[in-house]
């Protein structure tokens, strides 16, 4: 589809502990399910900020906290689960056009289907 609207993708696979992101360089990020220790996400939320250029977007889902309750997929470690509150903070500087936690159906192979709790954003840089 990329191709056929010439649209020119990058993507990546990258050590999150360590990802470095130009400033004002890309004009979208999305992070789906990326479970990691609560230090490294707020580090990368603020790079994340950083790296968007004016009106680009960051698009996150990942599971919440009360998802440790239904065992349909996602970490069992609460540091690496996310809620709404957490990341309004982790994301100053943002304007989140969509933010909400909820419950939806998840179907993503055997370990990770069922109900899960999770955390939606769209955000865009001012």
């Keep these: 589809l990329a191709t056929a609207r010439k649209v020119t993708?990058?993507?990546?696979?990258?050590?999150?502990?360590?990802?470095?992101i130009k400033p004002n360089g890309w004009d979208g990020i999305v992070s789906i399910f990326a479970?990691?220790?609560?230090?490294?996400?707020r580090e990368l939320h603020r790079k994340v900020t950083a790296g968007l250029r004016p009106g680009g977007l960051f698009i996150l889902e990942a599971y919440t906290p009360d998802q440790l309750r239904h065992k349909t997929g996602g970490p069992p470690d609460l540091d690496k689960?996310?809620?709404?509150?957490?990341?309004?903070?982790?994301?100053?500087?943002?304007?989140?056009?969509?933010?909400?936690?909820?419950?939806r159906e998840i179907?993503?192979?055997?370990l990770h289907t069922g109900?899960?709790?999770?955390?939606q954003i769209l955000a865009r840089k001012p």
């Design 9 to 20: 993708l990058e993507t990546r696979v990258e050590d999150l502990a360590r990802l470095e």
């Design 35 to 41: 479970h990691v220790p609560s230090a490294i996400r």
């Design 81 to 103: 689960l996310m809620n709404l509150d957490e990341l309004r903070r982790e994301l100053a500087g943002l304007t989140i056009e969509h933010g909400v936690e909820t419950e």
């Design 107 to 110: 179907v993503e192979g055997t």
């Design 115 to 119: 109900l899960g709790a999770v955390v």
